[in-house]
């Protein structure tokens, strides 16, 4: 009698998470020539390809009529993901950011690399003293698989006074004039320095009971100043103006 009719099989599994380049060759020993194939997938070939993740089934007889099923199982990498934290830039201008990243899925190894502003370049797996931009990173694992992201660095803008409201004296001489401003941009850790006439100084944001003249204004952060200057203007002094006419004749008008 003809020996055992015996399938075996060697396979090769996904690449990349979600392709479809897997194979199955498959080698027949026993039972008589001629013999023939049948895919759970209908194809009717000895060996497949371009195979997705999932389990394959084969019927394989002889001439004759004897047969024996064999399943093969294609699995894939788990999909490559990239997560992140970053620190902006702590003042405009500054070069003080960072991108740390972890990954999964792939197969190991996985290399990396960034590209981002004014011609960055690196192949860490984490950045730091970087600028303002976008940075995007591409890592790749053993099969060649990658994935990308891009992460954004911010930082504050520059520093700058908005000016609000300037009220002027309403007197001539009085004190009740008023100003107040809004300090934008920088790092948002503002002190203030005011310097008027008759020697008034003040550390407050908005400043009131003014007397005329130039105030200058001296705003810093923890790394830059600015400054402006803003004049309380008051009215001219009123003045009262009499004419009098003299009576030509004793009595007379």
């Known amino acids: 009698e ?13 690449s990349c998470n979600g392709s479809a380049d897997g194979f199955i060759d498959i080698s027949i020993s026993g039972g008589v020539g001629g013999y023939s194939f049948y895919w759970s997938n209908g194809q009717t070939i000895e060996d ?23 399943d093969f199982e294609i699995t894939e990498p788990d999909a490559m993901a990239i997560s992140e934290n970053h620190s902006n830039v702590s003042c405009n201008g500054g070069s003080d950011g960072a991108i740390y990243i972890s990954e999964s899925g792939g197969i190991q190894p996985i290399t990396y690399l960034w590209i981002g502003p004014n011609g960055f370049s690196s192949t860490s797996q984490d950045i730091n003293q970087i600028i303002s931009g976008d940075y995007t990173i591409t890592i790749s694992d053993s099969n060649n698989c990658s994935k990308s992201s891009t992460f954004y660095v911010s930082e504050p803008s520059s520093l700058s006074i908005k000016i609000d409201t300037v009220i002027n004296i309403s007197c001539f001489q ?17 002190t203030y320095q005011w310097i008027g006439p008759n020697g008034f100084s003040s550390t407050n944001d908005d400043i009131d009971s003014l007397c005329a003249g130039v105030y200058e204004l001296i705003v810093s952060d923890t790394t830059s100043s600015i400054n402006t200057t803003i004049n309380i203007t008051q009215p001219s002094e009123l003045q009262l103006m009499i004419n009098a006419d003299t009576a030509l004749c004793f009595g007379g008008t």
């Open 174 to 190: 009085e004190c009740n004039g008023k100003i107040e401003i809004t300090a934008e941009g920088g790092d948002s850790i503002y």
């Open 48 to 70: 497949i390809s371009n195979l997705s993740v999932g389990v394959y089934s084969v019927l394989v007889s002889d001439s004759n009529g004897c047969s024996q099923t064999i």
């Open 2 to 14: 003809p020996e055992e009719l015996i399938v075996s099989g060697i396979t090769n599994n996904v």
